[in-house]
């Protein structure tokens, strides 16, 4: 079946980069997502790649996928306090449901 | 951008009564809403995919007596709890696809915290 695993914590300082990994086992994925969750809140759609593509750059986030490891990136740069939150790795086909990782909590320091 | 609410935010219930939450589309019409539930720590599972005028289709496991969806516009979708015990207690997710046959973006609502006492 369908498995998206990721580490469950993740702790920087504030202006570091803060680099969260995925993996996934399912390779019809099509596409694959970043979500954040603040606590308490839902889920946020951080960014997004597609298949065929290997990075993807939106300021300070940048995503990189291995397409034959399946493993997917998501690197923030000069990190922030506001930036503390779960952070959700997700595929899917396209057209078709999400799976969702368990979530990697980001704890940015002062 | 896209905007989906809920309502109620957080509700207590005693067991045995039963619970609806609502989900709405403010500024888009969601031909497909899901619903999610999240445990602590844990990530979110997929319940159930409901489209506007049909009946939802549940995941394995999800019991769809217990938990009643309802779909009725392109703008509300609406999850009843039906005899809530205390393991129904949960974070529920709302979320809604804007258009049908694109990329899979889906906007998420600010979650319900059910509590089951």
């Known amino acids: 079946g369908e498995d998206v695993e990721q580490s469950l914590f993740l702790s920087v300082r504030e202006g570091d980069s803060s680099v969260i990994n995925c993996t996934y086992t399912d390779s019809s994925s099509t596409y694959l997502y970043w979500y954040k969750q603040e606590p308490g809140a839902g889920l946020q759609l951080l960014t997004y790649i597609f298949s065929n593509m290997d990075m993807k750059q939106d300021q300070r986030l940048t995503v990189l996928l291995n397409k034959k490891d399946k493993h997917l990136s998501l690197r923030i740069a000069d990190t922030q306090t506001g930036d503390s939150a779960i952070y959700f790795c997700a595929e899917s086909k396209g057209y078709s449901t999400l799976t969702f990782g368990k979530g990697t909590m980001l704890l940015v320091s002062p | 951008g896209a905007v989906v609410s809920q309502h109620p935010s957080r509700v207590i219930c005693k067991s045995g009564t039963s619970v609806k939450i609502e989900c709405r589309s403010l500024d888009f019409q969601a031909t497909t809403m899901f619903w999610y539930r999240q445990f602590p720590k844990q990530s979110l599972m997929l319940m159930a995919t409901?489209?506007?005028?049909?009946?939802?289709?549940?995941e394995q496991g999800v019991e769809k007596d217990k938990f009643l969806i309802n779909h009725a516009s392109l703008t509300l979708s609406t999850l009843t709890v039906t005899s809530a015990h205390p393991e129904d207690s949960s974070f529920y997710i709302c979320?809604?696809?804007?258009?049908?046959?694109?990329?899979?973006?889906?906007?998420f609502g600010p979650g319900t915290r059910l509590t089951v006492t």
């Open positions: 409901s489209n506007e005028g049909s009946k939802a289709t549940y």
């Open positions: 979320s809604a696809r804007s258009r049908p046959g694109q990329l899979d973006e889906q906007y």
